[in-house]
């Protein structure tokens, strides 16, 4: 699997808007991004971090994947997503090597990324998501 880099941590939280106050006042990061992910049932903010992003991510509905976690488990770390060329091969590549699956095909995430996601069962109890942009 061709991995480039780390890029984001997904972190989710209650109120969007409290937590980007929260990462501009103590951190001085710049907020640079708002999206609604419909798909997901999320919205997101960004903050650049050197090369890395933190997305926060907030859930339109309670039933969501985002609402189900803060439920189960409350605020804080949801997934580390690493970059990868060739989201299709880097799939099919660690499903070979035993990965669970929870996307067996790429869809379209916050910022246009492909992006999939590997079950933690596979992965050490950590969500990790795979995303590849296909503008580059």
Do not use: W
């Amino acid at each position: 699997m061709n991995v480039t880099h780390i890029e984001h941590i997904g972190i989710a939280v209650k109120d969007l808007n409290e937590a980007i106050r929260y990462y501009e006042k103590v951190f001085g990061f710049k907020c640079y991004s708002i999206e609604e992910v419909k798909e997901q049932k999320v919205r997101t903010a960004f903050f650049m971090v050197g090369q890395t992003k933190i997305e926060l991510l907030e859930s339109t509905d309670p039933e969501g994947p985002i609402g189900k976690f803060i439920e189960k488990k409350g605020e804080g770390i949801h997934h580390v997503a690493f970059a990868v060329k060739n989201i299709e091969g880097a799939l099919h590549e660690a499903e070979g090597n035993g990965v669970e699956l929870i996307d067996k095909a790429p869809h379209k995430g916050a910022e246009g990324l492909d992006i999939a996601f590997f079950h933690p069962k596979s992965t050490f109890g950590v969500l990790t998501e795979i995303c590849e942009d296909k503008k580059y």
